[in-house]
């Protein structure tokens, strides 16, 4: 009986351990990958509302007028053009400050710079830039 109960404690503490990681992402996604700095992460992700990034990109997979953010650090897109890019920090930094300079297969040219315009100088502001990509690379 004793044992039993030993290990119902266990499982139950192993379980609670796994929901204290879960959580520790920016509003409650998937535990964030080694090396993204949360704060930072948390400051972007507020920036990416505030600059209206979410009326076209998604963070869930979802297609929009945009595409989705969640998943791309680290992988290959392709570009209009028929080549391929490596999604880095370099890339996303240059996505967003010059949203033309490389198009993804599939989607418009123009529509980002246009609506973004407005916000440019703030978003040119380094700590501000750098937020928005630590958030996009905390999307799993
Ligand atoms: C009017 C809609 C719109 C807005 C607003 C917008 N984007 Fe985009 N974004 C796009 C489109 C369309 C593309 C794909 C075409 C291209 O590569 O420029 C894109 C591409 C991107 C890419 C490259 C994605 C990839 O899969 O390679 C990133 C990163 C990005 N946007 C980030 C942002 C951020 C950050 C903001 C807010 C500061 C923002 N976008 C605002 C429409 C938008």
């Given amino acids: 009986m004793l044992r039993v109960v030993l290990v119902i404690v266990a499982v139950l503490m192993s379980v609670a351990m796994v929901g204290c ?3 520790r992402g920016t ?7 080694p090396g993204v700095n949360v704060e930072l992460a948390e400051k972007g992700k ?3 509302n505030t600059y209206a990034c979410n009326t076209c990109h998604s963070v ?12 791309i650090y680290g992988k290959q897109v392709k570009l209009e053009d028929g ?6 920090d370099a890339y996303l930094r240059e996505s967003i ?3 033309d300079a490389k198009i993804v297969a ?20 380094e700590e501000n830039l750098s937020a928005l990509v630590e958030y996009i690379k905390s999307l799993q």
């Fill in 60 to 71: 869930n997979g979802q297609a929009g007028i945009g595409p989705a953010l969640n998943g």
């Fill in 97 to 99: 400050l010059n949203p």
């Fill in 27 to 33: 509003g409650g996604e998937n535990a964030l990958p």
């Fill in 21 to 23: 990681t879960g959580s």
């Fill in 106 to 125: 599939g989607y418009p040219k123009g529509s980002m710079a246009n609506l973004i315009q407005p916000f440019l100088p703030e978003i040119r502001k």
């Fill in 83 to 88: 080549s391929t890019v490596t999604v880095d």
């Fill in 46 to 48: 507020q920036l990416f």
